[in-house]
Nanobody, 126 residues
């Protein structure tokens, strides 16, 4: 089994930055595709970003492309989401997820991920 714990969320002003972390335990995720999703109040959970096992391939939602960067440190079993130029519409609970495969096929689909964290709140004030 894999356990995922997100951290780094908080309250930030528009235009500011935050870095989210996702730490894995129980089983290494160094060979897994990893993703970030978010869910705002009254909305469905949506894809944000994904990264392949080696970090060589990354994928981003159009809404955050150019502002967010996903990365990973396999030696630490940790995935990061660097968020810059934050906007009020980025306010949401952010979730880390893991596929039990190394390549990010169907990376936008929630059902394609086997493990999920409990989320961390990000609030961006205007």
């Amino acid at each position: 089994q894999v356990q995922l714990v997100e951290s780094g969320g908080g309250l930030v002003q528009a235009g500011g930055s935050l870095r989210l972390s996702c730490a894995a335990s129980g089983r290494t995720v160094s060979s897994y595709c990893m993703g970030w999703f978010r869910q705002a109040p009254g909305k469905e959970r949506e894809f944000v970003a994904a990264i392949s096992w080696s970090g060589g391939s990354t994928y981003y939602a159009d809404s955050i492309k150019g502002r967010f960067t996903i990365s990973r440190d396999n030696a630490k079993d940790t995935v990061y989401l660097q968020m810059n130029s934050l906007k009020p519409e980025d306010t949401a609970v952010y979730y880390c997820a893991a596929k039990s495969v190394g390549y990010c096929t169907m990376y936008e689909a929630r059902t394609g991920y086997d493990y999920w964290g409990q989320g961390t709140q990000v609030t961006v004030s205007s």
